[in-house]
């Protein structure tokens, strides 16, 4: 069976400062892996994903994240965070022959402030 | 973007009683709707799985006396809770996903809050 682990619950930062939310993940087969972003009463929104190809995926609001095999990670990562970019950031893995099942991570609060 | 619906956003109830919470896809057909249930300070986990027309697919270890689906339109799919009982008080999050909808695209909605008094 798959997991998703996000060790960090929460990550403060200042705006503008560059940020790194952490996820791994666990199989034993190959993996599509997720992230997704929770507004505050809304509903989760697909911010990037990887199927296969390159290694490195730009998604929306300026994400971008990484999937390193090796290190079974998929780290996402921002550059310079605003404001705006304070959500619930959940990882997700669907790995082949699970039917398109997405497994969660525990997900992480980012919380910018200025 | 794809939107999806829940209604109510919040409900209480009382122990013994049920409750029907409702997910609307709105301006797209939905042919496989998704349920989740997220306790505090954990992952969303997958309870079942419809697709319109036909029984929803329960995931090991959930109550499918205790937690019917129905997904009878392209558009609504329904969770209802029976006899609820103070443990099932939870955030329940639907998700749909369209015909086209590739590998991971499922639309989520707001979430509904139940608590069971």
């Known amino acids: 069976a798959q997991s998703v682990t996000q060790l960090d619950s929460q990550v403060p930062v200042f705006e503008e400062a560059p940020v790194e939310l952490r996820c791994n993940y666990s199989?034993?087969?190959?993996?599509?892996l997720f992230w997704y972003v929770q507004y505050p009463n809304q509903g989760l929104q697909l911010l990037l994903k990887y199927l296969s190809g390159s290694t490195l995926v730009k998604g929306i609001n300026g994400f971008e994240a990484e999937f390193n095999k090796s290190q079974t990670s998929f780290h996402l990562r921002k550059p310079s965070v605003h404001i705006s970019d304070t959500a619930e950031y959940f990882c997700?893995?669907?790995?082949?022959?699970?039917?398109?099942?997405?497994?969660f991570g525990t997900g992480t609060r980012l919380q910018v402030t200025l | 973007g794809a939107v999806v619906s829940q209604h109510p956003s919040w409900v209480i109830c009382k122990s013994g009683t049920s409750v029907k919470i409702e997910c609307r896809s709105l301006d797209f057909q939905a042919t496989t709707m998704f349920w989740y249930r997220q306790f505090p300070k954990q992952s969303l986990m997958l309870m079942a799985t419809?697709?319109?027309?036909?029984?929803?697919?329960?995931e090991q270890g959930v109550e499918k006396d205790k937690f019917l689906i129905n997904h009878a339109s392209l558009t609504l799919s329904t969770l209802t809770v029976t006899s609820a009982h103070p443990e099932d008080s939870s955030f329940y999050i639907c998700?749909?996903?369209?015909?086209?909808?590739?590998?991971?695209?499922?639309?989520f909605g707001p979430g509904t809050r139940l608590t069971v008094t």
């Open positions: 199989s034993s087969v190959s993996v599509y």
């Open positions: 997700a893995v669907i790995t082949t022959g699970t039917a398109s099942k997405l497994t």
């Open positions: 998700s749909a996903r369209a015909p086209s909808g590739g590998l991971g695209e499922q639309y």
């Open positions: 419809s697709n319109e027309g036909s029984k929803a697919t329960y």
